[in-house]
């Protein structure tokens, strides 16, 4: 059976913790797809098309890397590609704390329903651990350059 894990995150802007984090656990899976979570109730400051771009030109050269958008529960759109991992990262004891529940209650929910969906976490980089898309979002707000933060900027759109 092909190895699936799926990325999940609004991705409101794809920064360079989270691109590392799918390129380091790219080797252990046939296929990755990032999942760009809509909640059509939620305003996001960039574009989810151009969010969708912006994720794509950064993983062109990797044929196992896709981007797909998702509306509802994370573990029924792994169910609808049959993935059986769920691919998190971590940057502190804050994160832990939060993932840990939502690991469970996924791995809870998907045992209902058949194919349980198994949380995988790995550290953040020590170089990239303060990065966080909400940070990332108040620099833009305030007309500061986001560069250093997120490869290929220049590709996202802002909402107006
Ligand atoms: P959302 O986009 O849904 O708000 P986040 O951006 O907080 O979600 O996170 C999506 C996943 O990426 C989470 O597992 C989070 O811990 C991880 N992540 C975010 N920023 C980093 C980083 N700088 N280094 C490692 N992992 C990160």
Redo the contacts with the bound molecule.
Sequence with gaps: MERIGI??????PF?K??E??VRRFLPQFDRVIIAL?VNSKKKYMFDTDSRIEHIESLFKACPTVSVEAYEGLTVDFCQRKKAGYLL????SSA?FEF?KAIAQMNADISKGEGNVVETLFLM??KN??????SIVREIKKNNGNIAQFVTNEELLIINT
């Design positions: 990325f999940p995150g609004s991705f409101d920064t913790g989270h590392d984090i979570g998190r990262g971590l940057r994160d993932e953040t980089d990239l651990s303060a990065i966080s898309s």
